[in-house]
T-cell receptor, first 114, second 108 residues
Framework: GAVVSQHPSRVICKSGTSVKIECRSLDFQATTMFWYRQFPKQSLMLMATSNEGSKATYEQGVEKDKFLINHASLTLSTLTVTSAHPEDSSFYIC??????????FGPGTRLLVL | QKEVEQDPGPLSVPEGAIVSLNCTYSNSAFQYFMWYRQYSRKGPELLMYTYSSGNKEDGRFTAQVDKSSKYISLFIRDSQPSDSATYLCATPSPIPTFGRGTSLIVHP
């Protein structure tokens, strides 16, 4: 199946710093990438949808100036959490798709903000 | 009402049992459905996807869609302890929508 990687797998940072998470589709070109956040024992919450070369579409309640998404190529999207605070600590997961249907997920990035 | 509803469980079964996992959805426009398996602290892994009503089988897994009642199911035959995970149903459009997941525990 299609492989999606994420880096880093976990990161600990101080409050006020920015953190960048990379999502790569390794063996296919992803026309669309999605970014999710998942709190313990909760479902995936879609944060934003990004298409290569265009601005990301953010879901209601997600601050686009805080969660910067760049989708510079068909195989790479990045999520930058700016001025992170402890409440931003969560499990961030990306997925990639080349069509309207199936999404392939990365392994996730666990962010802990102290 | 959430667009995709799923009982969070946990559902605990003995090894070898047949497991039935279910979701209901509210939007009749949903056409595609997927089942993902998520182990603790990992990203979801695609198990199966279906488009039409009826059954789709893949090894020990069978996905069933009943569009008339807006009900989707995943059956696992001969369940194994390694099947212990959270199972998420999902539909990709118009925007990706996931159920909250059902936690399955298969005990030896």
């Amino acid at each position: 199946g299609a492989v999606v990687s994420q880096h880093p797998s976990r990161v600990i940072c101080k409050s006020g710093t920015s953190v960048k998470i990379e999502c790569r589709s390794l063996d296919f070109q992803a026309t669309t990438m999605f970014w999710y956040r998942q709190f313990p024992k909760q479902s995936l919450m879609l944060m934003a949808t990004s298409n290569e070369g265009s601005k990301a579409t953010y879901e209601q309640g997600v601050e686009k100036d805080k969660f910067l998404i760049n989708h510079a190529s068909l195989t790479l999207s990045t999520l930058t959490v700016t001025s992170a605070h402890p409440e931003d600590s969560s499990f961030y997961i990306c997925s990639a798709s080349w069509g309207q249907e199936t999404q392939y997920f990365g392994p996730g990035t666990r962010l802990l903000v102290l | 009402q959430k667009e995709v509803e799923q009982d969070p469980g946990p559902l605990s079964v003995p090894e070898g049992a047949i497991v039935s996992l279910n979701c209901t959805y509210s939007n009749s426009a949903f056409q595609y459905f997927m089942w993902y398996r998520q182990y603790s602290r990992k990203g979801p892994e695609l198990l199966m996807y279906t488009y039409s009503s009826g059954n789709k089988e893949d090894g020990r897994f069978t996905a069933q869609v009943d569009k008339s009642s807006k009900y989707i199911s995943l059956f696992i035959r001969d369940s194994q302890p390694s099947d212990s995970a959270t199972y998420l149903c999902a539909t990709p459009s118009p925007i990706p929508t996931f159920g909250r997941g059902t936690s399955l525990i298969v005990h030896p």
